[in-house]
């Protein structure tokens, strides 16, 4: 009897949060924390989280957001500059860092609309940056 109570101790013991230390939650395979200056620098910022693969955070639409990730090879990458872009007037003082884990890859990387020279890049997962907010 002794060796049964002892035994079932164990069982019950191995099955209240024997791994992961995670509190139960899940882990999502994108976490990112975005901090968006929608003014430029010299303004003021606001941050969120957002995680994708499944969903979550405070992002304002980590639906669209995750979408737009996870439609792009690599979404922290270059995109080639439009023809002539130096030409082109400023679009735009906005500027936003992503920082984390993006499927296993630690990222930190900026984003700006300072000129039509690096607004692709902005453009390419435009909802991770919602504006009217």
């Given amino acids: 009897m002794r060796r049964a109570a002892a035994l079932l101790s164990l069982l019950l013991l191995a099955g209240c949060g024997g791994g992961g230390g995670?509190?139960?939650?899940?882990?999502?395979?994108?976490?990112?924390?975005?901090?968006?200056?929608p003014s430029g620098v010299n303004g003021d910022s606001v941050t969120w989280q957002?995680?994708?693969?499944?969903?979550?955070?405070d992002h304002p639409d980590p639906a669209a957001a995750c979408a737009a990730l996870t439609s792009v090879r690599d979404p922290f990458?270059?995109?080639?500059?439009?023809?002539?872009?130096?030409?082109?007037p400023e679009s735009g003082p906005e500027l936003a860092v992503l920082e984390g884990n993006f499927r296993g890859r630690k990222v930190r990387s900026t984003f700006s609309r300072a000129s039509a020279c690096v607004t692709p890049r902005w453009d390419r997962i435009a909802p991770v940056?919602?504006?009217?907010?």
Avoid: H, M, N, Y
């Fill in 22 to 37: 995670d509190g139960g939650g899940t882990t999502s395979k994108i976490d990112l924390t975005l901090t968006l200056w």
């Fill in 77 to 88: 990458g270059p995109v080639p500059p439009p023809a002539r872009c130096k030409e082109i």
């Fill in 129 to 133: 940056f919602p504006a009217g907010f």
């Fill in 50 to 57: 957002l995680q994708c693969e499944p969903t979550g955070g």
